[in-house]
């Protein structure tokens, strides 16, 4: 799943998630409450001008992160974020603090 920031200061901000179905669609839905829209499904191309790759994290679920992951727990899920602007740094900084927690 592909999402791309709502807010129109971090605008080239794009995150791709790759991973079980479910969990990829419980964080998007954490993410897009937090200023993200999704865009689309499926193969993943960043436009040229957004190509440049921030970070990328890839997390193991495990029995310390949120409920709604706990029916995925031993398998990855892959977090790349793309974009230019300062903020994706700070972004990435933030996102590998807090993605994985429960939301409850």
């Not at 829209?37 to 440049?52: L, T």
């Not at 709604?68 to 990855?76: A, D, E, H, M, S």
């Amino acid at each position: 799943m592909r999402l791309r920031s709502a807010n129109a200061l971090t605008s080239d901000l794009y995150v791709r998630m790759r991973g079980p179905a479910g969990a990829v669609n419980y964080l998007a839905q954490g993410l897009s409450r937090g200023a993200f829209s999704s865009q689309a499904e499926g193969s993943f191309v960043p436009p040229e001008v957004h190509a440049r790759e921030a970070c990328s994290l890839s997390h193991t679920i495990g029995y310390l992160d949120a409920p709604n992951l706990q029916p995925w727990r031993g398998k990855k899920i892959r977090i790349t974020v793309y974009g230019r602007s300062s903020y994706a740094a700070t972004y990435c900084n933030g996102l590998q603090v807090g993605i994985f927690e429960s939301r409850s």
